[in-house]
């Protein structure tokens, strides 16, 4: 089943030929007769923006010349690639390797777009299990993600050290240590509660940590979590601000000292590299009661091959997508970009190389993908999340009732 948000894409999708240039029409006649024969690829993605488009192009080069090929590139912003990628698929102009946000492959291999990857040769084997439900559909791989991302703890090491705090590990730990550094011009913790699918993202460790889950939003657990936010907003250790802050604004203030924790994800790092009075560290979400596991939420995108009656430019497509994932060049990707390896056996090598990902290196191993449960469903709940976080934050829900009242119910 197609989400809303898709069939809506597709409902508003033109007919008008979308033709990439060199590569001809991905839904025309079987030309090639062998793999030797692709002499080029057309790709498409969304990392428009320096220094993530030069980055991954040196990646997407260097895969090029293994396999002998030339690759002819496509970025567009994040907020489109779903639209023209539903207005290629109506005009048969899909690019051979497409680039797709993790929750959205379920969606589109929904469409019938894309070609199972495993019938290419291809597996997922060793990766972590959060990416494999993220990048399968109805039991067949549709892509595979060179690195990932998640979010956790930062913490200001300066401000705890002279509050004689330490990092917690703990729910009730991290509301007296965000209740005990919070003072005139700094707040204690800074997250993100804004109306959007990030806000949703950023309630996840607490919810899914807890025992919670996106199919029984009304469960005891997600009230608890819900709590947890709206405790630290009420006692003053959280700014009111956090149901409009997205994640950036979230590190603004910590990089600017007016937080001295906060609840974000190491695409964050480069710009705390540049404010180096700044002396940070980062800790895995803390948990409500001692038994349970930290759980975080999987980002990152994921490679797929887009369906081509030449199935010889489809095997090459195939081909490019495996390079991107070898262990080489995960490796090389996660540590320009601080981003993570999606493949378990690489992560603690490379915490070791890249110290400030250790937390991140661990939250990673017990992700969860948002789609691993409800599939193509999951944008309803995420928008049931948020909502019920802006009831309960500006006191028009309990924390008990506001998932209820936010699913109508």
Sequence with gaps: MISKRIAAALAGATTVSLLLVACGDNGGDQ?????????????LDYYNNDPDKSLVQKGLDSCASKLGITIQRETVPGDTLIQKVLQQASSKTLPDVLMLDNPDVQQIAATGALAPL?????????????????????????????????????????????????????WEELKAAAKKLTKPGRY??????????????????????????ETD???????????????????????????????????????????????NGP???PALEKTPNVKWDVVTFPLNKPDQTPVAPLGGEAWTVPLNKDQAKQQKAADFVKCLNSDENELAWAKARFTLPTKTALLDQYAKEVPSMKAFAEQVKTARARTGKLGDKWPDAAKVIYQAIQLALTGKASAQDAFKQASGG
């Design 31 to 43: 030309s090639s007769a062998s793999g030797d024969s692709v002499k080029s690829l057309t790709i």
């Design 118 to 170: 495993n019938d290419m040769g291809l597996n997922a084997d060793g990766v972590i299990q959060g990416m494999v439900d993220a990048t399968s559909y109805e039991g067949k791989l549709y892509g595979l993600a060179p690195v990932t991302n998640t979010i956790a703890l930062f913490y200001n090491k300066d401000m705890l050290a002279e509050a004689g705090v330490q990092p917690p590990k703990t």
């Design 188 to 213: 204690g913790i800074a997250f993100n509660a804004n109306a959007t699918y990030e806000g949703s993202w950023q309630f996840l460790p607490a919810m899914w940590t807890n025992g919670g889950d």
């Design 217 to 263: 939003l009304t469960s005891p657990q997600v009230a608890e979590a819900l709590q947890l936010w709206v405790d630290l907003v009420q006692s003053g250790s959280a700014s009111k601000s956090v149901i409009n802050w997205t994640q950036g604004d979230a590190k603004d203030q910590f990089a600017a000292g007016k937080a001295a924790m906060m609840v």
């Design 267 to 269: 695409w964050q790092i």
